[in-house]
């Protein structure tokens, strides 16, 4: 019998669809389940502890409710605070997102590299360990920002971005001491990557972005590399925690990722 279980993603809002995007690349005949914690957005603003408790109690709740084979914490904020907490609870594979410093470093040739995340993200040690250990030869200057957060979710749900908010928010890192030296960009924040064309309009020639997503898409497939999957795909599920406008605004960008089906926890 083919397994039917899901990958189940979950993020604060639509940011995980980053990761998701190149998982469905690499897994197409993959069930879907899309969790996005509308209830509790945004995690880039709330305390460690608010995310330490939440995010793992809510986690249990899906995985009971939605049986999953493996559950994709599609958020930065999240992985670099409750990862742990999460796969202590829970007896199944949860695959976290981390700053992609790594890459990042690897590929910068002034050796001055940005980290762009939520500010929960940015200020946290597991971030310090990454520029320790992959990045120690160069220069990581880190920007905090909420806006981008939420430009994201508004592009998603058909709103125009007007570019000068955008570059607004970059000079957060480029008009730091140093900042006209980056290269490289990690979007630590898994929103960010879906405003990638329009950071890319407004950053300085040449200057590159890197996130997870890919790498994140190569681990869940070697994961389930000797698992079944069902002969037919069931439709993709996109879960709220709270319904509003925004969610129902949402589903014509949900259906081009495979979520065709909308519910509420």
């Known amino acids: 019998m083919a397994d039917r279980r899901p990958v189940l993603f979950f993020d604060s809002g639509v940011g995980g669809l980053s990761v998701l995007g ?3 690349a690499l897994l197409p005949q993959a069930p879907l389940v899309y969790v996005a914690d509308s209830a509790g957005f945004p995690y880039g603003t709330k ?4 995310i330490a408790a939440r995010v793992p109690a809510l986690l249990g709740r899906l995985a009971e409710r939605y049986d999953p084979r493996l559950i994709v914490i599609a958020c930065n904020t999240a992985s670099t605070i409750a990862l742990q907490h999460v796969r202590a609870a829970l007896d199944l594979p949860i695959v976290g997102t981390v700053p992609a410093i790594k890459p990042a470093a690897e590929t910068s040739r002034t050796r001055t590299i940005g980290v762009l995340g939520t500010a929960a993200t940015v200020r946290q040690p597991y971030v310090d360990d990454l520029a320790a250990r992959f990045a ?7 920007h905090g920002s909420a806006a981008l957060v939420e430009l994201a979710e508004a592009k998603l749900a058909g709103e125009t971005i007007a570019p000068e908010v955008i570059a607004n928010e970059l000079d957060g890192l480029f008009h730091q001491p140093g900042g006209d030296r980056i ?16 950071m890319r309009a407004v950053a300085p020639e040449g200057v590159q972005f890197v996130d997870g997503g890919p790498g994140i898409a190569r681990r869940v497939a070697y994961l389930t590399r000797a698992q079944s999957w069902p002969a037919d795909l069931p439709p993709g599920r996109a879960v709220f925690t709270a319904r509003d406008q925004r969610a ?3 589903a014509p960008t949900l259906a081009r990722y495979g979520l065709s089906r909308i519910e509420t926890l």
Do not use: K, M, Q, W
């Open 22 to 24: 190149p998982t469905t």
């Open 47 to 50: 305390s460690e502890a608010e």
């Open 136 to 142: 120690g030869d160069c220069t990581v200057l880190r």
């Open 183 to 198: 290269d490289v960009i990690v979007n630590a924040c898994t929103h960010f990557p879906l405003l990638e064309p329009e």
């Open 248 to 250: 129902d605004a949402l």
